[in-house]
């Protein structure tokens, strides 16, 4: 069966600091990835996802970036945090050419100070 | 213009009673999907219900149903005999067209079911 594993659980990182947030899948190949942004009270916003190594579309500007640097992992990134990067970060995964359904990690919660 | 609207923020229920959690989408777009996420207060999203826009049966899966009504563009989730286990922040979903950057989420009903 397939899993997807997404560390640290939660964060705490002061403002200007880098990030590295890290999500791999077991159980699958050529899994399509997904990186997603829950601020409080809100809904899920797409802000990357990968069809294959090295291939990143980012959906929206911002000061993170993503990187896929072997077919099952997916890292979010970001040079110098702000404030308004605080929020609730899921990886996802689905099948290869699919969308649906979207496996979710169990996210991280990242505090910028 | 807002495509996908759950306007119920929060929603209490009697366990063992069904519950309707409301959601309305927007699209122009002749093939897509809605779905239904559940998200426990420990943070992960866990995969419920799928409804694509040619199904002619509304879609069930145990005690969860979707209300699919084409016509007024609205996808609702029904839980039936609800459990104290079922309260949850519900996310409805919806996708347009086959990528994934059409993907789009509501912004949740926060369900609470009272014993």
């Known amino acids: 069966s397939q899993t997807i594993h997404q560390w640290p659980a939660t964060l705490v990182q002061p403002v200007g600091s880098p990030l590295s947030l890290e999500c791999t899948v077991e159980?699958?190949?050529?899994?399509?990835l997904y990186w997603y942004r829950q601020a409080a009270g809100r809904g899920l916003q797409l802000l990357f996802y990968?069809?294959?190594?090295?291939?990143i579309s980012s959906e929206v500007p911002q000061n993170l970036s993503a990187s896929r640097p072997q077919d099952r992992q997916f890292i979010l990134s970001s040079k110098k945090l702000l404030l308004s990067d605080s929020g609730f970060y899921l990886c996802?995964?689905?099948?290869?050419?699919?969308?649906?359904?979207?496996?979710f990690g169990n996210g991280t919660r990242l505090t910028v100070t | 213009a807002q495509k996908i609207t759950q306007t119920q923020p929060g929603m209490f229920v009697q366990e063992k009673e069904a519950v309707t959690l409301d959601c309305t989408y927007d699209?122009?777009?002749?093939?897509?999907?809605l779905f239904w996420y559940k998200q426990p207060s420990s943070g992960e999203m866990i995969f419920l219900i799928y409804?694509?826009?040619?199904?002619?049966q509304n879609a069930t899966e145990g005690r969860y149903s979707l209300n699919f009504q084409k016509a007024r563009k609205s996808a609702n989730l029904v839980i039936s005999a609800s459990q104290l286990g079922d309260s949850a922040m519900y996310f409805c979903?919806?996708?347009?067209?086959?990528?994934?950057?059409?993907?789009?989420f509501g912004s949740g009903t926060q369900l609470t079911v009272l014993p």
């Open positions: 996802a995964w689905s099948h290869k050419g699919r969308v649906l359904p979207l496996h």
């Open positions: 159980g699958t190949s050529n899994p399509n």
């Open positions: 409804q694509g826009s040619y199904d002619q």
């Open positions: 990968s069809v294959g190594i090295g291939q």
């Open positions: 699209t122009s777009d002749p093939s897509y999907g």
């Open positions: 979903a919806m996708r347009e067209g086959g990528s994934a950057r059409q993907l789009t």
